[in-house]
């Protein structure tokens, strides 16, 4: 995996979203996955924004195949919120890399806001993650060497953003996510909670149309879970479409629709 890919990346270069709303309470009833696929809007069916169809993924290992995904389906509308969670070794993991396109499938399709993102070569992969995907890692991913500002300007330049604007996106997320007095520190000073609210803001410059979260919350302490989950109830009230992999309840309570998985496929 390249630093690149490390790095998030999403759609477009304007610097002018923001996040608004706060958290409602109680977590709303919603369809299964697979009333979300056929939804109607003004008598057309919309698609999902992200769709996965058959999927199986097999790793080779010297006593046995692994088969981590075995013929998954799932939809995921615009705007949704969605919880996976599920025992270690489950594939959640796995399934969250197949929708990033950073990692191939031995068979089904995986389309991500229209686009094809299965059997596609490393270039368009690229470019995809840049203009469609924001990736939040367990353990942050950040870059030590330089300040929590140039962690989040160096994926917008590499997105096509002007530096200028670049640095002032960055300032905004800083300033919305109460990271503002620490721009110009480093990584390694900032507490765990601080570092990931870094890393959310990363995968938020370019404006991606989906958030992808592996365990956001998994190398924080309660109150640093608690204020992760509270950010992302604000972004979803914002419009963002979210995908969390998740063993924490209260994350999963956090969501609008968990989606539990269990030896390779989506539990009934």
């Given at each position: 995996?390249?630093?690149?890919?490390?790095l998030?990346?999403?759609?477009?270069?304007?610097?002018?979203?923001?996040?608004?709303?706060?958290?409602?309470?109680?977590?709303?009833?919603?369809?299964?996955?697979?009333?979300?696929?056929?939804?109607?809007?003004?008598?057309?069916?919309?698609?999902?924004?992200?769709?996965?169809?058959?999927?199986?993924?097999?790793?080779?290992?010297?006593?046995?195949?692994?088969?981590?995904?075995?013929?998954?389906?799932?939809?995921?509308?615009?705007?949704?919120?969605?919880?996976?969670?599920?025992?270690?070794?489950?594939?959640?993991?796995?399934?969250l890399?197949?929708?990033?396109?950073?990692e191939?499938?031995?068979?089904?399709?995986?389309?991500?806001?229209?686009e094809?993102?299965?059997?596609?070569?490393?270039?368009?992969?690229?470019?995809?993650?840049?203009?469609?995907?924001?990736?939040?890692?367990?353990?942050?991913?950040?870059?030590?060497?330089?300040?929590?500002l140039?962690?989040?300007?160096?994926?917008?330049?590499?997105?096509?953003?002007?530096?200028?604007a670049?640095?002032?996106?960055?300032?905004?997320?800083?300033?919305?996510?109460?990271?503002?007095?620490?721009?110009?520190?480093?990584?390694?000073?900032?507490?765990?909670?601080q570092?990931?609210?870094?890393?959310?803001?990363?995968?938020?410059?370019?404006?991606?149309?989906?958030?992808?979260?592996?365990?956001?919350?998994?190398?924080?302490?309660?109150?640093?879970?608690?204020?992760?989950?509270?950010?992302?109830?604000?972004?979803?009230?914002?419009?963002?479409?979210?995908?969390?992999i998740?063993?924490?309840?209260?994350?999963?309570?956090?969501?609008?629709?968990?989606?539990?998985?269990?030896?390779?496929?989506?539990?009934?």
């Amino acid at each position: 995996m390249t630093s690149t890919d490390l790095l998030g990346g999403a759609a477009g270069p304007e610097p002018g979203a923001s996040i608004a709303g706060a958290a409602s309470g109680a977590v709303p009833s919603t369809p299964t996955a697979a009333e979300l696929g056929g939804a109607a809007v003004g008598g057309a069916e919309v698609a999902p924004l992200v769709r996965l169809r058959g999927v199986r993924r097999t790793y080779d290992a010297d006593l046995a195949p692994v088969r981590a995904l075995r013929g998954v389906d799932l939809d995921v509308a615009a705007g949704e919120f969605v919880a996976i969670t599920g025992p270690s070794g489950c594939g959640k993991s796995t399934l969250l890399n197949v929708v990033a396109g950073l990692e191939t499938v031995d068979d089904g399709s995986v389309e991500v806001a229209g686009e094809r993102v299965s059997g596609r070569d490393p270039d368009w992969l690229a470019r995809f993650r840049r203009h469609h995907v924001g990736i939040v890692f367990q353990f942050f991913n950040l870059i030590d060497g330089v300040s929590a500002l140039q962690n989040i300007v160096l994926p917008a330049s590499i997105g096509g953003m002007r530096r200028r604007a670049a640095e002032s996106r960055a300032r905004d997320l800083l300033d919305l996510l109460g990271l503002a007095d620490r721009a110009d520190q480093l990584p390694s000073v900032l507490s765990g909670g601080q570092r990931q609210r870094l890393a959310i803001a990363r995968a938020l410059v370019n404006e991606p149309t989906v958030l992808l979260a592996d365990e956001p919350t998994g190398a924080l302490d309660s109150e640093g879970g608690l204020e992760i989950l509270e950010l992302f109830r604000r972004l979803h009230a914002d419009g963002q479409t979210i995908i969390v992999i998740t063993h924490s309840a209260d994350v999963a309570a956090g969501a609008q629709r968990v989606v539990p998985m269990r030896d390779g496929r989506i539990a009934t």
